[in-house]
C-alpha cells in the first residue's frame, strides 16, 4: 500500500491561517498571497510512504503542529498521482508565446505528433517539473529537520545514568538534551558555534577549554545530574556528561582553573580538583572527573568510581521511576524533585533558601517536575512545571491562588502593549486530574520582541541621547552626522607618540612622553591592611579602540618600597584584586586617550609613612596596521575574521545595528554605522553582554544605517615603560566652591506641638512608592502614618529571622531629615497566632528623607513652618528580626501583632569636635564613637564608626580658612559580596566627597536630646 499524507488547509487552534501563509511564504520564498493560493486552495500530497506505522508517526508529530493531515491509502499498482505541490501560477501575459515571425507571416501548425509538443510548452513543463521536484524536496527536508528537531529521545547511557544518579539520597534530578537545545538557540537566536572562539587575553574555564579545541556547544550531547546528600559530607553533585571528548585537551584546560591530582582507584584513573576561593584564601571541597572518549563523570571522590564502573557494566537499566522517564522524554530539557523530603538536606545559601521556600508550598506534592519542550512551524519552545499530588483538597486550593494571582496581572499587563504584556499573557495554568502546573509558552516573535526590549531599555540607560526608537519611528529618524570622527591610519610606517595632555582638571605624580600616573586612593581594608588605587592614562595614542572596544595595553604595579629598600607589596595567591593581575587599559574618549586604575595590597605591618616609592610598568599595544571592511545593510556576507577575532553581524534594522564578536576581542577597534551616503552617524546608545569567550553587542545610531564599518587590528607594536612614584599622597584639585559652612541650631520644641496638631490631618501623596506595591493594611499614629507590608519567618544565612517592610510617613522637621536613628521604631514584642507573646529587642532606624506633595520642591530659602506645607518626611525600612533556633517553630505561624515604641530624638544642644588633620589613619574619639580616616582619594574620603552614631549630626571637611569644602553624615554597613558575615566582618562607613584641600575634619554632634516616645501596637488585620 501507498500511504499519502494530504494537506487541506485545515488548521487547529495551535496556528493560525495567517501564521500558516506567513511561513509557508519565508520556507519558499513567494509572496503571502502566492502561498495561500498553492497551499489553501487545494489539496496538497506533503508526503509519500509505503509504511503505515511511519505515516501514523508523521501524521501525529503534524498534528502537534496545528497542521491537520489526512492519510490516503492507494494500492502500489495504482499508477494515479494526487495534487502535488503547484508551482508559482503563470501570469496571464505569459500563457501565449509571442512569435518571433512577421505578423503577416503564416504560424506553423503544432504538430500532431503526440511525442512532440511546441518547444515553450515544454520549456514551461520542464520549468514547472524542477520546481515542483524542488518544493517538494524542500517540504520533505523541513519537515525531516523538524522531526529531528521535536525528537527527545535518549541514548541508553541517558537512562543509565539516570537509574544510577537517582538513590535514596538524591535531592534533584536533572536532564539536557544539549544537541537539541543548540538547534532551538540557533533558530531562536541565530547563533552559531562560530561564535564562541577561544580568546588569548580570556579568562575561565570554558575559556580555556575552547583553548584546546573544546566547544561544548558541539562536543557535549547530552546531560544528566543529580543533587544528593550524605550525612558525612553534606550536599554534593554528580553529573553524566556524553558526547566526544579530547581526553588530554580536556584535563589540560581543567587544569588551567584547578589544582588536579591524578589517582589511579582500581585501575581507574580518577583526576581530583581544587581551587582556592579569591576571597577567602579557602580550598574548595574536591570535585572526582574521570572519562573516556564518549563519557564524563564528575561526582564526590568517594562515589565516582562507583557511578562509571556502573555506567559501563554490561546490564539492562531498569527504570527507577516511570513517572520521571514519561515527563523526560517529552522534554529536551527537565529537572525533577522526585522525593521532596530530601529538600531539607539541600545546600545552604541562594539555591537552598529557594529550594527550602519550595519544600514548604510544595507539602502536598508527591513530585515536581519542570521542563522545557520545542516545537516547530513556527519555532516555539514552552517551559511547564508538574507537580503531581493526591492530595485533591491542596490541589484545588492551590490552583486556585495561582489562578486568582494570574488573571490579575494579566489583567494589569493587558492595559499595556509591551513585551512584559505579552510575557505574562503566554502564562498559562495547566489543571488536569492529580496535577497541577503552569506552562509559558515563547516562540521566535516573542524572543525578538524581548530581545528589543531588552536592547533599547539597555541602550536608554546608557545612552548619550536617549533609547532606540521604535520601529514606527525609524522611517522619521533624521540622520544626525558625526563630523569629530577621526579615521584609523591604515599604515604607521614609524612609531612617534605625542606629550601626554591632561584634561578634566586631573593631575598626575609622574608624565613621561604619552604617559601619566598617580596615586588615586589611599585606604585601611577591613583586615587592617593598606591598599593603594593607581591610575594610569595615556593621551593623543594613534589608533586606539572606540569607547567600548578593545583595549590599549596593560597597567602592571612590580614594586612598592620603603626608604631602606624593602619590598612592601604583599605577595597573594587569592583576593579580589590579585597584585600580580595587570589592569586593562581601555578608552573613554574619541581622541586617543585610554587609561586604567589598578588596586594593589601591602604587607600587614605597612603604613603610609614608611612608603618611599611605588614603580610599576605601562605595557601599550598599538595598532600599526589596520583593516576597515565596510559591509552593507543587504549584503549576503556578514562576517569578519581578522587573526584570532571572529565577528559575526547579525542584524542591521533601520538605526540598530546587533553583531557577536568572540575570540581576541581586542583587535576590534571600531563598529560605526554610516548612512546611504557613507557619512557616520552619530551613535546614541550601546549594550552589551556575554563574556570573554563571546560577547554580544547592540549599538544604535542616530539615523537610518545603511553601512557598517568594523575597524580591526592586523598588526601591533608593543612598547613597554617604567614609572616610578614618589609622592604617594593623592592629587587634589583645587577648590572654587569652598563657602562657610551654615550653623547647625538646637532644635526648639514649641514647635512639636504644631507638627503634632499638622500629624492629625496629615495625608502623604498618594502615588509615591507605588513600586512597593499594595501594604497589608495602614495605621494612623499620633505623628503620622506607618505602613505595613506581608511579614514571614524564614531561614537565611545566620538562621531564622521575621522579615518584612515598614515605610513611615509623617510632617516635615528639619532636625530628623537624612540621619538615620533620628527616628527609630523600638520593636520589644511578637506575637503569633495559637503562641505566647515573644519578647524581643530589636532597633529599626528611620532614615527620613523629603517628598514633595505633587510636584513640590524643597526650597531652602523658605522656613520650616512653610516647606511643611509643600513636603513631608518619608522612610522606607527593611525589617529583619532575629529569633534564634525557636524561629523554627514559627516559620508556619501567623504573625498577629507587633509592639513597640516609636521614639524621636531631638538635639537641645549642639557640639563639635574637629580633628586638626587630615589624613588615612587619624581618628578622633567623639561622644563615645570612635571615627577613623579609612580611605583618602582624590576628592573623596571615607570615614569609619565604631559605637552608636545616633547623635551625630554632621562632618565636614574645611580648608586653612575655616571654609567647608564638603560634608556628610550618612552611615552605611560594609557589605562584601559572595561573602558572609563570618567570613567578613563589616563596618559603618560614611562617603564624603569634597574639591580642594581638606586640612580639618569637624564632627558635630547632639550633646544633649530630647526623647519623644510614643506606643505603638501593629496588629495584623483578620482575614
Given at each position: 500500500?501507498?500511504?499519502?499524507?494530504?494537506?487541506?488547509?485545515?488548521?487547529?487552534?495551535?496556528?493560525?491561517?495567517?501564521?500558516?501563509?506567513?511561513?509557508?511564504?519565508?520556507?519558499?520564498?513567494?509572496?503571502?498571497?502566492?502561498?495561500?493560493?498553492?497551499?489553501?486552495?487545494?489539496?496538497?500530497?506533503?508526503?509519500?510512504?509505503?509504511?503505515?506505522?511511519?505515516?501514523?508517526?508523521?501524521?501525529?508529530?503534524?498534528?502537534?503542529?496545528?497542521?491537520?493531515?489526512?492519510?490516503?491509502?492507494?494500492?502500489?499498482?495504482?499508477?494515479?498521482?494526487?495534487?502535488?505541490?503547484?508551482?508559482?501560477?503563470?501570469?496571464?501575459k505569459?500563457?501565449?508565446?509571442?512569435?518571433?515571425?512577421?505578423?503577416n507571416?503564416p504560424?506553423?501548425?503544432?504538430?500532431?505528433?503526440?511525442n512532440?509538443?511546441?518547444?515553450?510548452?515544454?520549456?514551461?513543463?520542464?520549468?514547472?517539473?524542477?520546481?515542483?521536484?524542488?518544493?517538494?524536496?524542500?517540504?520533505?527536508?523541513?519537515?525531516?529537520y523538524?522531526?529531528?528537531?521535536?525528537?527527545?529521545?535518549?541514548?541508553?547511557?541517558?537512562?543509565?545514568?539516570?537509574?544510577?544518579?537517582?538513590?535514596?539520597?538524591?535531592?534533584?534530578?536533572?536532564?539536557?538534551?544539549?544537541?537539541?537545545?543548540?538547534?532551538?538557540?540557533?533558530?531562536?537566536?541565530?547563533?552559531?558555534?562560530?561564535?564562541?572562539?577561544?580568546?588569548?587575553?580570556?579568562?575561565?574555564?570554558i575559556?580555556?577549554?575552547?583553548?584546546?579545541?573544546?566547544?561544548?556547544?558541539?562536543?557535549?550531547?547530552?546531560l544528566?545530574?543529580?543533587?544528593?546528600?550524605?550525612?558525612d559530607?553534606?550536599?554534593?553533585?554528580?553529573?553524566?556528561?556524553?558526547?566526544k571528548?579530547?581526553?588530554?585537551?580536556?584535563f589540560?584546560?581543567l587544569?588551567?582553573?584547578?589544582?588536579?591530582?591524578?589517582?589511579?582507584?582500581?585501575?581507574?584513573?580518577?583526576?581530583?580538583?581544587?581551587?582556592?576561593?579569591?576571597?577567602?584564601?579557602?580550598m574548595?571541597?574536591?570535585?572526582?572527573?574521570?572519562?573516556?572518549?564518549?563519557i564524563?563523570v564528575?561526582?564526590?571522590?568517594?562515589n565516582?568510581?562507583?557511578?562509571?564502573?556502573?555506567?559501563n557494566?554490561?546490564?539492562?537499566?531498569?527504570?527507577?521511576?516511570?513517572?520521571?522517564v514519561?515527563?523526560?522524554?517529552q522534554?529536551?530539557?527537565?529537572?525533577?524533585?522526585?522525593?521532596?523530603?530530601n529538600?531539607?538536606?539541600?545546600?545552604?545559601?541562594?539555591?537552598?533558601?529557594m529550594?527550602?521556600?519550595?519544600?514548604?508550598?510544595?507539602?502536598?506534592?508527591?513530585?515536581?517536575?519542570?521542563?522545557?519542550?520545542?516545537?516547530?512551524?513556527?519555532?516555539?519552545?514552552?517551559?511547564?512545571?508538574?507537580?503531581?499530588?493526591?492530595?485533591?483538597?491542596?490541589?484545588?486550593?492551590?490552583?486556585?491562588?495561582?489562578?486568582?494571582?494570574?488573571?490579575?496581572?494579566?489583567?494589569?499587563?493587558?492595559?499595556?502593549?509591551?513585551?512584559?504584556?505579552?510575557l505574562?499573557?503566554?502564562?498559562?495554568?495547566?489543571?488536569e486530574?492529580?496535577?497541577?502546573g503552569?506552562?509559558?509558552?515563547?516562540?521566535?516573535?516573542?524572543?525578538?520582541?524581548?530581545?528589543?526590549?531588552?536592547?533599547?531599555?539597555?541602550?536608554?540607560?546608557?545612552?548619550?541621547?536617549?533609547?532606540?526608537?521604535?520601529?514606527?519611528?525609524?522611517?522619521?529618524?533624521k540622520?544626525?552626522?558625526?563630523e569629530?570622527?577621526k579615521?584609523?591610519?591604515v599604515?604607521?610606517?614609524s612609531?612617534?607618540l605625542?606629550?601626554?595632555?591632561?584634561?578634566?582638571?586631573?593631575?598626575?605624580?609622574?608624565?613621561?612622553?604619552?604617559?601619566?600616573?598617580?596615586?588615586?586612593?589611599?585606604?585601611?581594608?577591613?583586615?587592617n591592611?593598606?591598599?593603594?588605587d593607581?591610575?594610569?592614562?595615556?593621551?593623543?595614542?594613534?589608533?586606539?579602540?572606540?569607547?567600548?572596544?578593545?583595549?590599549?595595553?596593560?597597567?602592571?604595579?612590580t614594586s612598592?618600597?620603603?626608604k631602606?629598600?624593602?619590598?612592601?607589596?604583599a605577595?597573594?595567591?587569592?583576593?579580589?584584586?590579585?597584585?600580580?593581575?595587570?589592569?586593562?587599559?581601555?578608552?573613554?574618549?574619541?581622541?586617543?586617550?585610554?587609561?586604567?586604575?589598578?588596586?594593589?595590597?601591602?604587607?600587614?605591618?605597612?603604613?603610609?609613612g614608611?612608603?618611599?616609592?611605588?614603580?610599576?610598568?605601562?605595557?601599550?599595544?598599538?595598532?600599526?596596521?589596520?583593516?576597515?571592511?565596510?559591509?552593507?545593510?543587504?549584503?549576503?556576507?556578514?562576517?569578519?575574521?581578522?587573526g584570532?577575532?571572529?565577528?559575526?553581524?547579525?542584524?542591521?534594522?533601520?538605526?540598530?545595528?546587533?553583531?557577536?564578536?568572540?575570540?581576541?576581542?581586542?583587535?576590534?577597534?571600531?563598529?560605526?554605522?554610516?548612512?546611504?551616503?557613507k557619512?557616520?552617524?552619530?551613535?546614541?546608545?550601546?549594550?552589551?553582554?556575554?563574556?570573554?569567550?563571546?560577547?554580544?553587542?547592540?549599538?544604535?545610531?542616530?539615523?537610518?544605517?545603511?553601512?557598517?564599518?568594523?575597524?580591526?587590528?592586523?598588526?601591533?607594536?608593543?612598547?613597554?615603560?617604567?614609572?616610578?612614584?614618589?609622592?604617594?599622597?593623592?592629587?587634589?584639585r583645587?577648590?572654587?566652591?569652598?563657602?562657610?559652612p551654615?550653623?547647625?541650631?538646637?532644635?526648639?520644641?514649641?514647635d512639636?506641638?504644631?507638627?503634632?496638631?499638622?500629624a492629625?490631618?496629615?495625608?502623604?501623596?498618594?502615588?509615591?512608592?507605588?513600586?512597593?506595591?499594595e501594604?497589608?493594611?495602614?495605621?494612623?499614629?499620633?505623628?503620622?502614618?506607618?505602613?505595613?507590608?506581608?511579614?514571614?519567618?524564614s531561614?537565611?544565612?545566620?538562621?531564622?529571622n521575621?522579615?518584612?517592610?515598614?515605610k513611615?510617613?509623617?510632617p516635615?522637621?528639619?532636625?530628623?531629615?537624612?540621619?538615620?536613628?533620628?527616628?527609630?521604631?523600638?520593636?520589644?514584642?511578637?506575637?503569633?497566632?495559637?503562641?505566647?507573646?515573644?519578647p524581643?529587642?530589636?532597633?529599626?532606624?528611620?532614615?527620613?528623607?523629603?517628598?514633595?506633595?505633587?510636584?513640590?520642591?524643597?526650597?531652602?530659602?523658605?522656613?520650616?513652618?512653610?516647606?511643611?506645607?509643600?513636603?513631608?518626611?518619608?522612610?522606607?525600612?527593611?525589617?529583619?528580626?532575629?529569633?534564634?533556633?525557636?524561629?523554627?517553630?514559627?516559620?508556619?505561624?501567623?504573625l498577629?501583632?507587633?509592639?513597640?515604641?516609636?521614639?524621636?530624638?531631638?538635639?537641645?544642644?549642639?557640639?563639635?569636635?574637629?580633628?586638626?588633620?587630615?589624613?588615612?589613619?587619624?581618628?578622633?574619639?567623639?561622644?563615645?564613637?570612635?571615627?577613623?580616616?579609612?580611605?583618602?582619594?582624590?576628592?573623596?574620603?571615607?570615614?569609619?564608626?565604631?559605637?552608636?552614631?545616633?547623635?551625630?549630626?554632621?562632618?565636614?571637611?574645611?580648608?586653612?580658612?575655616?571654609?567647608?569644602?564638603?560634608?556628610?553624615?550618612?552611615f552605611?554597613?560594609?557589605?562584601?559580596?559572595?561573602l558572609?558575615?563570618?567570613?567578613?566582618?563589616?563596618?559603618?562607613?560614611?562617603?564624603?566627597?569634597?574639591?580642594?584641600?581638606p586640612?580639618?575634619?569637624?564632627?558635630?554632634?547632639?550633646?544633649?536630646?530630647?526623647?519623644?516616645?510614643?506606643?505603638?501596637?501593629?496588629?495584623?488585620?483578620?482575614q
Amino acid at each position: 500500500m501507498i500511504y499519502k499524507l494530504v494537506f487541506k488547509g485545515v488548521l487547529t487552534n495551535a496556528i493560525d491561517k495567517q501564521q500558516a501563509i506567513t511561513i509557508f511564504a519565508k520556507l519558499f520564498s513567494v509572496t503571502e498571497d502566492d502561498a495561500e493560493m498553492r497551499f489553501f486552495s487545494r489539496a496538497i500530497v506533503l508526503k509519500q510512504l509505503t509504511d503505515k506505522k511511519t505515516a501514523e508517526h508523521y501524521l501525529a508529530k503534524l498534528q502537534q503542529m496545528g497542521i491537520v493531515i489526512e492519510i490516503r491509502e492507494l494500492p502500489s499498482e495504482n499508477k494515479q498521482s494526487d495534487i502535488a505541490i503547484p508551482s508559482k501560477p503563470i501570469s496571464p501575459k505569459s500563457v501565449t508565446p509571442k512569435s518571433s515571425t512577421s505578423p503577416n507571416k503564416p504560424v506553423p501548425a503544432p504538430s500532431m505528433d503526440n511525442n512532440t509538443k511546441p518547444q515553450s510548452n515544454r520549456n514551461r513543463l520542464r520549468l514547472i517539473g524542477g520546481i515542483t521536484t524542488v518544493v517538494i524536496a524542500i517540504v520533505i527536508s523541513v519537515f525531516i529537520y523538524a522531526q529531528r528537531l521535536l525528537d527527545t529521545s535518549v541514548p541508553m547511557v541517558v537512562q543509565r545514568a539516570e537509574s544510577i544518579l537517582l538513590t535514596p539520597s538524591t535531592i534533584v534530578l536533572g536532564h539536557a538534551n544539549i544537541a537539541k537545545m543548540a538547534e532551538l538557540e540557533q533558530l531562536f537566536t541565530d547563533t552559531s558555534n562560530d561564535d564562541y572562539r577561544y580568546n588569548p587575553n580570556g579568562e575561565g574555564i570554558i575559556n580555556a577549554l575552547l583553548a584546546e579545541d573544546i566547544n561544548l556547544r558541539r562536543d557535549l550531547e547530552q546531560l544528566v545530574f543529580s543533587m544528593n546528600f550524605n550525612e558525612d559530607t553534606g550536599p554534593y553533585v554528580s553529573a553524566v556528561l556524553a558526547g566526544k571528548f579530547n581526553q588530554s585537551a580536556l584535563f589540560k584546560g581543567l587544569s588551567r582553573h584547578y589544582i588536579v591530582n591524578k589517582k589511579i582507584v582500581d585501575g581507574l584513573t580518577i583526576f581530583e580538583m581544587v581551587k582556592e576561593n579569591r576571597h577567602t584564601c579557602k580550598m574548595s571541597d574536591p570535585i572526582a572527573l574521570t572519562s573516556t572518549d564518549n563519557i564524563i563523570v564528575i561526582s564526590h571522590p568517594d562515589n565516582i568510581s562507583s557511578i562509571f564502573n556502573q555506567l559501563n557494566t554490561p546490564s539492562v537499566s531498569t527504570v527507577v521511576n516511570q513517572q520521571w522517564v514519561d515527563y523526560r522524554s517529552q522534554h529536551i530539557a527537565s529537572i525533577g524533585l522526585l522525593q521532596p523530603d530530601n529538600l531539607k538536606h539541600a545546600s545552604s545559601g541562594f539555591m537552598g533558601l529557594m529550594l527550602s521556600g519550595l519544600s514548604k508550598e510544595m507539602k502536598g506534592a508527591q513530585s515536581v517536575f519542570a521542563g522545557l519542550s520545542a516545537s516547530f512551524l513556527p519555532p516555539s519552545g514552552s517551559v511547564d512545571i508538574v507537580v503531581n499530588s493526591t492530595d485533591e483538597t491542596w490541589l484545588s486550593d492551590t490552583n486556585s491562588r495561582l489562578q486568582k494571582l494570574l488573571t490579575e496581572q494579566q489583567q494589569t499587563a493587558s492595559n499595556d502593549d509591551d513585551f512584559i504584556s505579552k510575557l505574562i499573557n503566554g502564562v498559562a495554568i495547566v489543571d488536569e486530574p492529580y496535577t497541577l502546573g503552569g506552562r509559558f509558552t515563547v516562540d521566535a516573535e516573542m524572543v525578538a520582541e524581548g530581545k528589543k526590549a531588552f536592547e533599547s531599555g539597555l541602550s536608554s540607560l546608557i545612552s548619550i541621547g536617549g533609547g532606540k526608537p521604535s520601529s514606527s519611528d525609524i522611517a522619521n529618524i533624521k540622520d544626525e552626522i558625526d563630523e569629530s570622527v577621526k579615521p584609523y591610519i591604515v599604515r604607521i610606517p614609524s612609531l612617534q607618540l605625542p606629550e601626554f595632555e591632561s584634561k578634566y582638571g586631573k593631575r598626575y605624580q609622574w608624565q613621561e612622553g604619552p604617559l601619566a600616573a598617580s596615586v588615586t586612593s589611599l585606604r585601611m581594608n577591613a583586615d587592617n591592611m593598606l591598599e593603594i588605587d593607581v591610575e594610569a592614562a595615556a593621551s593623543g595614542l594613534p589608533n586606539a579602540p572606540s569607547s567600548g572596544y578593545g583595549n590599549s595595553g596593560e597597567l602592571l604595579i612590580t614594586s612598592v618600597s620603603d626608604k631602606n629598600g624593602n619590598e612592601l607589596l604583599a605577595k597573594e595567591t587569592c583576593g579580589n584584586k590579585i597584585n600580580s593581575d595587570p589592569a586593562e587599559m581601555t578608552s573613554y574618549s574619541s581622541d586617543g586617550a585610554v587609561e586604567a586604575k589598578k588596586t594593589v595590597r601591602l604587607v600587614p605591618a605597612a603604613k603610609v609613612g614608611n612608603i618611599a616609592k611605588i614603580e610599576g610598568r605601562i605595557d601599550l599595544a598599538i595598532a600599526t596596521q589596520t583593516q576597515a571592511t565596510l559591509i552593507a545593510a543587504d549584503s549576503d556576507k556578514m562576517v569578519v575574521e581578522q587573526g584570532d577575532m571572529y565577528l559575526r553581524i547579525k542584524s542591521i534594522e533601520g538605526n540598530s545595528v546587533s553583531f557577536v564578536v568572540s575570540g581576541n576581542q581586542q583587535r576590534l577597534l571600531s563598529v560605526r554605522g554610516l548612512n546611504a551616503k557613507k557619512q557616520y552617524l552619530q551613535g546614541s546608545g550601546k549594550s552589551s553582554f556575554g563574556d570573554s569567550q563571546s560577547k554580544s553587542m547592540n549599538v544604535t545610531y542616530k539615523g537610518n544605517v545603511k553601512f557598517v564599518e568594523i575597524v580591526s587590528t592586523v598588526k601591533y607594536k608593543k612598547t613597554s615603560k617604567r614609572f616610578t612614584i614618589t609622592n604617594v599622597l593623592p592629587l587634589q584639585r583645587k577648590n572654587e566652591f569652598a563657602s562657610l559652612p551654615k550653623a547647625i541650631k538646637p532644635y526648639n520644641l514649641r514647635d512639636w506641638s504644631v507638627v503634632k496638631a499638622v500629624a492629625k490631618s496629615f495625608k502623604p501623596n498618594a502615588t509615591s512608592f507605588q513600586w512597593l506595591g499594595e501594604a497589608q493594611y495602614k495605621k494612623s499614629l499620633k505623628l503620622g502614618l506607618m505602613s505595613v507590608y506581608p511579614m514571614k519567618v524564614s531561614k537565611g544565612f545566620n538562621g531564622y529571622n521575621l522579615r518584612g517592610n515598614i515605610k513611615f510617613e509623617m510632617p516635615y522637621v528639619s532636625a530628623l531629615e537624612k540621619i538615620a536613628g533620628r527616628v527609630l521604631f523600638e520593636i520589644n514584642s511578637l506575637s503569633f497566632e495559637n503562641i505566647p507573646p515573644i519578647p524581643v529587642d530589636y532597633m529599626l532606624p528611620f532614615e527620613m528623607n523629603f517628598n514633595g506633595f505633587g510636584n513640590q520642591y524643597k526650597d531652602q530659602s523658605k522656613p520650616e513652618a512653610e516647606l511643611r506645607k509643600s513636603i513631608y518626611l518619608h522612610a522606607y525600612q527593611q525589617l529583619k528580626i532575629p529569633l534564634s533556633e525557636e524561629g523554627k517553630t514559627l516559620v508556619d505561624s501567623k504573625l498577629t501583632s507587633l509592639t513597640g515604641d516609636l521614639v524621636f530624638r531631638l538635639p537641645q544642644k549642639v557640639s563639635s569636635q574637629t580633628l586638626n588633620s587630615v589624613a588615612l589613619g587619624k581618628r578622633i574619639f567623639v561622644n563615645g564613637v570612635v571615627y577613623k580616616i579609612v580611605e583618602l582619594a582624590s576628592g573623596g574620603l571615607k570615614v569609619s564608626a565604631e559605637g552608636d552614631v545616633r547623635s551625630l549630626l554632621d562632618i565636614r571637611l574645611l580648608d586653612k580658612e575655616g571654609k567647608q569644602l564638603g560634608n556628610g553624615s550618612s552611615f552605611n554597613e560594609e557589605n562584601q559580596m559572595g561573602l558572609q558575615d563570618k567570613e567578613f566582618e563589616p563596618r559603618l562607613l560614611a562617603d564624603i566627597r569634597f574639591q580642594g584641600e581638606p586640612d580639618k575634619m569637624q564632627i558635630i554632634y547632639a550633646a544633649s536630646e530630647t526623647e519623644k516616645r510614643y506606643s505603638v501596637t501593629l496588629k495584623q488585620p483578620k482575614q
